[in-house]
Nanobody, 124 residues
Framework: QVQLVESGGGLVQAGGSLRLSCLAS?????MAWFRQAPGKEREFAAA????????NYADSVKGRFTISRDNAKNTVYLQMNSLKPEDTAVYFC????????????????????WGQGTQVTVSS
């Protein structure tokens, strides 16, 4: 069992930045960030391999968000720049029981462990 705890959410104006963190209780393979806006389905945002050498992003965040990880701290980060009101959502981190390519990690069903989420609100 892996526990995940997100932090770093908040209220920011459009064009601003936030950095989310997700602390894992133990070793993890691929880690990902998903988000869910009010009234919408959960959607993939970004994923990173165990080594950190491979990443994958949703088109909606590519060029604005950067996922990274520090395995010594069991932590994954999501640096979010040039935020837009449409980025408003609850952001969840997730990890899997087994390794797989980040390119295959865009669906929530691939992940066994989820955090409780952190709210990000972008005002216009």
């Amino acid at each position: 069992q892996v526990q995940l705890v997100e932090s770093g959410g908040g209220l920011v104006q459009a064009g601003g930045s936030l950095r989310l963190s997700c602390l894992a209780s133990s070793f993890t393979y691929v880690m990902a960030w998903f988000r869910q806006a009010p009234g919408k389905e959960r959607e993939f945002a970004a994923a990173i391999s165990r080594s950190g050498g491979n990443t994958n992003y949703a088109d909606s965040v590519k060029g604005r968000f950067t996922i990274s990880r520090d395995n010594a701290k069991n932590t994954v980060y999501l640096q979010m720049n040039s935020l837009k009101p449409e980025d408003t959502a609850v952001y969840f981190c997730a990890t899997a029981k087994t390794p797989f390519s980040v390119l295959a990690g865009t669906t929530g069903g691939r992940y066994a462990y989820w955090g409780q989420g952190t709210q990000v609100t972008v005002s216009s």
